[in-house]
T-cell receptor, first 111, second 114 residues
Framework: GEDVEQSLFLSVREGDSSVINCTYTDSSSTYLYWYKQEPGAGLQLLTYIFSNMDMKQDQRLTVLLNKKDKHLSLRIADTQTGDSAIYFCAEKEQAGTALIFGKGTTLSVSS | EAEVAQSPRYKITEKSQAVAFWCDPISGHATLYWYRQILGQGPELLVQFQDESVVDDSQLPKDRFSAERLKGVDSTLKIQPAELGDSAMYLC????????????FGPGTRLLVL
């Protein structure tokens, strides 16, 4: 079945760049997403990328997709303390289906 | 900005009791999802609706869980009887449907079963 793997924890200093990595097993994954979850809250959509793209940039966020290695990354430039949260990678095979999530990466930003 | 609404935000109950959660999706969103998130894990799908019809409930423990979306708008998820292992965050999400649609999540209901 489908599986999404993420590293569990990342610690960075304020102002540095953060890179959160994700690997997935389903080669037919068509849509890939990054969500952010703050303590006790729901999931906030950060960005997404379709499988026919290699890169997407949105302000401080850059998503890179390596389809050959089934690897997805999220880079946050100039990381701020407000970026401290859990980041989830998610994928789905086709439109109209549910998301398959990783276990989340906890990002800790120190000042 | 339109949001997915959920209530209650927190629920404490004793095992064997019944609980119910409510979700109101973003207006016009035909697809509604209920996910369960156990502490330290990512969300996992419980049930998916397209309008008022169930599309996928393969992971819903049907002996104790039920879900409905009678008019194709808001939805209710019920657990009866609740068990200790049901303690989790229950998240509702909605999407327009169609190719490339994104899912928008509500704030969740945190359930604690004692």
């Amino acid at each position: 079945g489908e599986d999404v793997e993420q590293s569990l924890f990342l610690s960075v200093r304020e102002g540095d760049s953060s890179v959160i990595n994700c690997t997935y097993t389903d080669s037919s994954s068509t849509y890939l997403y990054w969500y952010k979850q703050e303590p006790g809250a729901g999931l906030q959509l950060l960005t997404y990328i379709f499988s026919n793209m290699d890169m997407k940039q949105d302000q401080r966020l850059t998503v890179l997709l390596n389809k050959k290695d089934k690897h997805l990354s999220l880079r946050i430039a100039d990381t701020q303390t407000g970026d401290s949260a859990i980041y989830f990678c998610a994928e789905k095979e086709q439109a109209g289906t549910a998301l398959i999530f990783g276990k989340g990466t906890t990002l800790s930003v120190s000042s | 900005e339109a949001e997915v609404a959920q209530s209650p935000r927190y629920k404490i109950t004793e095992k064997s009791q019944a609980v119910a959660f409510w979700c109101d999706p973003i207006s016009g969103h035909a697809t509604l999802y209920w996910y369960r998130q156990i502490l330290g894990q990512g969300p996992e799908l419980l049930v998916q609706f397209q309008d008022e019809s169930v599309v996928d409930d393969s992971q819903l423990p049907k002996d104790r869980f039920s879900a409905e979306r009678l008019k194709g708008v808001d939805s209710t998820l019920k657990i009866q009887p609740a068990e200790l292992g049901d303690s989790a965050m229950y998240l509702c999400a909605s999407s327009l449907g169609g190719a490339g649609e994104t899912q928008y999540f509500g704030p969740g209901t945190r359930l604690l079963v004692l």
